[in-house]
């Protein structure tokens, strides 16, 4: 059984979360190490091909040498370079009474448990160097959004779990790089019946 077909026939929360976190890892490795590989491979052909096409007399082949050759450097010190969006400077926090999102150049947002109205998984495009994902909990008068990857975000699962009943996990599963907005909880006319409120 595939990774995917797994995470899409997960029953309970902590399977979900299980998968999550080993796709999450394993897609890591995808984007970055193949990519890598292949321009190692690549630009010395096309290296190759340019300085030929100088050799010869054709002046586009400065063109394909220089830029392949670039191509060839970035990929060779890539490992070396700093990756400042690899660290994610978002800091979930959570009490009782409320769910908060800090980030050292954002606004602090925060909303109520009691108070939120919907809860959305929004996705963007501007990944990788930007987080992509978010939760946005909504509320009458506020909201607040955080990404997938802030710190603290695992305990989100048994907050979800606990304080909104039926919240539909399939967008977070399917994930995406498109601009979207998916509603995966809203509250109902029967709200107190359906939020439970527990002690943190």
Not at 25 to 34: F, I, L, N, T
Not at 129 to 153: K, M, Q
């Amino acid at each position: 059984m595939s990774l995917t077909s797994f995470l899409q026939n997960s029953k309970t929360l902590f399977e979900f979360q299980a998968a999550t976190s080993t796709i999450l890892g394993m897609e890591k490795a995808k984007v970055s190490d193949p990519m890598r590989l292949f321009t190692l491979v690549v630009s010395p052909i096309f290296v190759g091909i340019g300085v030929m096409a100088i050799a010869s007399g054709n002046s586009d082949g400065w063109l394909i040498a220089g830029f392949f050759g670039l191509c060839l450097l970035v990929a060779i010190f890539e490992p070396w370079f700093a990756k400042p969006w690899v660290a994610c400077n978002y800091r979930l926090v959570m009490t009782k009474d409320e769910v908060a999102c800090e980030h050292p150049s954002r606004r602090r947002e925060s909303i109520r448990w009691e108070d939120v109205n919907r809860i959305w998984y929004v996705t963007t495009s501007d990944g990788p160097r930007l987080p992509d994902e978010w939760l946005l909990l909504e509320g009458e008068h506020g909201g607040c959004s955080f990404p997938t990857e802030a710190i603290g975000f695992d305990g989100i699962w048994d907050e979800l779990k606990q304080r909104f009943v039926e919240f539909d996990y399939k967008p977070l599963i399917r994930g995406g790089t498109d601009e979207a907005k998916h509603l995966c909880w809203e509250r109902t006319p029967h709200a107190k019946a359906e939020l439970v409120v527990h002690d943190a």
